[in-house]
């Protein structure tokens, strides 16, 4: 009997054997520090801001597009959190002032290369130095540490979120919270609407045009959603750091495309 093997079965499998090769490689180079349950603990908890970013950007790419600002987008949704709990507008309100500031940015970002016709490339690129230096100028060009007591019991609680599990639990919160949001989003992209216009549009942006999806309202949701995604990171980043920093976050744009390049998606 012959057994078939689909022919991008290698290329599905491809990045959990990196991941097999680099442990051996540290196996072999370090045989007296080995790799433990609780070392792929801190890992899963170290990767939730990319992971959370990434997610996001993934629907951006699959649309055929890009978004260069995200690392910005992370550093002043994490900024606007620490200001909103600052204000007194508590732990809710605080990931809520995150979200909503990422949403904002990435929806901002979809009308700019809806509404000018930008190139992606191009138009993140600008937005990515906007939204860094509004970072600055909100934070006063220094980072906010909420100092009430509100404050510190919202940084401490996120902190405790995203740093390596206690004793007896498997994953830290967060890094369920990623997973979580991993799966909601794979099914998001396969089962609804939006998602399938992502992909139509990202396939053959004039051929989903004449079957009459959207292309505009479409690009500024995926954008949206990316940026939202992005803001929840930037909450999660100002937890770990327990400051709003507007210099955080520089370059994570990198780890973020290559992240989602990595998991299977084309940037052609």
């Not at 009997?1 to 054997?17: C, D, E, G, H």
């Not at 620490?82 to 732990?91: C, D, K, N």
């Not at 995604?229 to 990198?254: H, K, N, Q, Y």
Request: glycine residues 12%; neutral net charge.
């Amino acid at each position: 009997m012959k057994i078939s093997v689909p022919r991008n079965s290698f290329s599905t499998l491809a990045p959990f054997l990196a991941v097999v090769v680099v442990v051996l490689m540290f196996q072999i180079y370090a045989p007296d520090q080995p790799m433990t349950f609780q070392t792929w603990q801190f890992v899963a908890a170290q990767t939730v801001v990319v992971g959370l970013a990434a997610v996001g950007m993934t629907w951006v790419i699959i649309s055929a597009g890009i978004d260069l600002s995200v690392g910005s987008v992370i550093a002043l949704s994490g900024v606007s959190a620490a200001l909103a709990v600052e204000a007194g507008w508590g732990a809710v309100g605080g990931v809520l002032a995150g979200v909503a500031t990422g949403a904002i940015c990435g929806a901002y970002n979809g009308i700019l290369i809806v509404g000018l016709r930008l190139p992606p490339f191009i138009a993140t690129l600008g937005t990515m130095g906007f939204y860094r230096g509004v970072a600055k100028w909100v934070a006063a060009n220094e980072s906010v540490r909420p100092e009430d007591a509100d404050g510190l019991s919202f940084t401490a609680g996120i902190a405790d979120w995203i740093q390596p599990v206690a004793e007896g639990q498997w994953l830290a919160p967060a890094a369920w919270l990623l997973l979580a949001t991993t799966i909601l989003g794979a099914w998001a992209l396969r089962w609804t609407v939006l998602g399938r216009h992502t992909v139509a549009i990202g396939s053959n942006e004039l051929t989903a045009r004449l079957c009459g999806v959207r292309i505009g309202q479409s690009k500024v949701s995926i954008y949206a959603l990316a940026g939202l995604l992005a803001g929840l990171a930037g909450v999660m980043l100002f937890g770990r750091l327990t400051v709003g920093d507007p210099t955080s976050a520089v370059g994570i744009e990198l780890d973020v495309i290559a992240a989602v390049v990595i998991g299977g998606a084309s940037l052609a």
